[in-house]
């Protein structure tokens, strides 16, 4: 079974440019996550995104944004970079609602990010 | 206070020793209980997850969970340098929907001597 895919793994950006990241869940999971480790911060959680809705978004600001598609897979899209953007971000996939009462997060190997 | 935490070390160990890692957690509420390992440059990977409260053993590895102190532990027994990560804990409380709250430890990490 293959896991969670993220593409590209890496990827550097200029402060002000506009980036686009992806992920591709594994089969049969509904529901993706977006979370971001910037150095020292650990795991920031980003957006939650089930059924093509966003679910819950974390405490960052609107230039952060993203979308999940028919076939479950998402993009985040990050507009007017700034240094601080520089981190690895990850995407998770899980079962959604009414597939069991509890399922875990599995993540992908990520995207690194860097600003300059 | 945050709501998890997590001893970062660094934590070094001599291989084939017992390895305790442990997290502490203030919300009451927390139902379910995870480990997660991450390898330098990779996205952490699901080790175990538990629900109650005692000991969960797959393999090597053994979580504890005590919610009467709001502790929860991971051993690794007869350690070996392939173990040398970070590794996170995280806990979820099913609020209605899916994870609705999941809180993960800022990670500790782990190197085995050989």
């Known amino acids: 079974e293959a896991g969670v895919t993220q593409s590209p793994t890496h990827l550097i950006k200029t402060r002000g440019q506009q980036v686009t990241l992806r992920c591709s869940p594994i089969?049969?999971?509904?529901?993706v996550y977006w979370y971001q480790q910037a150095l020292g911060l650990g795991l920031q959680f980003l957006l939650w995104y089930d059924e093509g809705e966003e679910r819950n978004r974390g405490n960052f600001p609107p230039r952060f944004s993203g979308r999940q598609f028919p076939n479950y897979s998402s993009e985040l899209n990050v507009n007017a970079l700034e240094l601080e953007d520089s981190a690895l971000y990850l995407c998770a996939s899980s079962l959604g609602e009414g597939q069991g009462d509890f399922s875990p997060l599995h993540f992908g190997n990520g995207t690194r990010l860097t600003v300059t | 206070q945050k709501e998890v935490e997590q001893d970062p070390g660094p934590l070094s160990v001599p291989e084939g020793a017992i390895v305790s890692l442990n997290c502490t957690y203030s919300?009451?509420?927390?139902?379910?209980f995870m480990w997660y390992r991450q390898y330098s440059r990779k996205g952490p990977e699901l080790l175990m997850y538990t629900y109650s409260s005692g000991n969960k053993e797959d393999g090597r590895f053994t979580a504890q969970v005590d919610k009467s102190s709001k502790y929860i532990s991971l051993f690794i027994r007869d350690s070996q340098p392939s173990d040398s990560a970070t590794y996170l804990c995280a806990m979820s409380v099913i609020l209605g929907f899916g994870n609705e709250k999941l809180t993960f430890g800022t990670g500790t990490r782990l190197t085995i001597i050989p």
């Open positions: 919300n009451s509420a927390f139902q379910y």
């Open positions: 089969s049969g999971h509904t529901s």
